[in-house]
């Protein structure tokens, strides 16, 4: 833990600008891509990976999460990574840890309600990573849509001198945005776990012929859900890009958000709708 902190200290020392990439491994393309855009806008780097264990639930699957730190570090060498941060649990939480951070509202709607407690993990281990590495800029997929936006809650809230930057998802060919939880689906499933992303265009395409009733639009995204045998959905919204309450109608910036199990494992999507007076875009 203090090396990396000493390491960080000296970094900005020395003037440059440090880059942070929080994972918890089992890294793909999407990470890559983080890594590239940090790499394009800072001059030194640091990917921390850790599997946070306060951040699942009793039920859920931290003790089967993909772990494999010696492929993780050599994609990282051969990206360009200045320094991998690999803390042991004990490290981030010390025997006697009770100190927690909550951003309210957000945290308690959409993944929070289906996943009580998540956020009160994830928002306290990144600052734990901020304190100590004291990043000028952290990057984060927008997959993680509901996550991003609670960690820049977080950061402008505790007066944090760190960026937030917050990267495209990335697709497979067929649309399944990628996810390490991916690696669970077996070939039915896989195939299957495509809905989310046709859900998500229909939705689009409803947009695109002038249709702004939220209701109306998670209607037709729960039809799509509904068309495969193998997907439970969890849901499928239209919410504020703020507060992520949901919407009565696309009047400003805001999110399509999609959650399903397929099989047993729990997967999320979404799309961006920035609203610009009566024009509006869509971010796949």
Not at 10 to 23: D, I, K
Not at 62 to 84: I, S, T
Not at 123 to 141: C, D, H, M, N, S
Not at 240 to 256: H, I, L, M, N, Q
Request: aromatic share 8%; proline share 5%; net charge negative.
């Amino acid at each position: 833990m203090e090396w990396m902190k000493q390491w960080a200290r000296g970094v900005r020392a020395e003037g440059h600008v440090l880059g942070l990439v929080p994972t918890m491994g089992a890294l793909h393309e999407g990470h890559a891509t983080l890594v590239n855009r940090a790499k394009a806008e800072c001059s030194r780097l640091a990917v921390s990976i850790f599997v946070n264990p306060k951040q699942f639930g009793p039920k859920e699957d931290f003790a089967k999460y993909p772990r494999d730190l010696e492929k993780d570090a050599e994609m990282l060498q051969a990206l360009g990574v200045d320094v991998v941060f690999a803390p042991a649990v004990e490290g981030i939480y010390p025997n006697g840890f009770r100190t927690y951070v909550t951003v309210e509202g957000i945290s308690e709607r959409l993944e929070g309600k289906t996943r009580p407690g998540h956020f009160r993990g994830v928002a306290t281990v990144v600052l734990k990573l901020f304190e100590i590495v004291a990043p000028r800029f952290a990057y984060f997929g927008r997959k993680d849509a509901q996550q991003v936006r609670i960690i820049s809650s977080m950061a402008k809230d505790l007066n944090l001198d760190v960026e937030v930057v917050v990267c495209p998802i990335v697709r497979e060919p067929d649309g399944l945005a990628l996810s390490s939880r991916n690696a669970y689906l077996n070939p039915r499933e896989r195939e299957a776990a495509t809905v989310l992303h046709h859900a998500l265009l229909a939705a689009k395409a409803e947009l695109e012929t002038g249709e702004r009733d939220a209701l109306q639009l998670q209607s037709v995204m729960a039809k799509v859900f509904a068309s495969e045998p193998l997907a439970r959905m969890d849901y499928a919204e239209i919410v504020s890009a703020e507060t992520f309450e949901p919407v009565v109608r696309v009047g400003k910036s805001c999110y399509a958000v999609v959650a399903a199990w397929v099989g047993s494992t729990r997967l999320i999507d979404n799309f961006f709708v920035e609203v610009q007076g009566d024009e509006f875009t869509v971010q796949m």
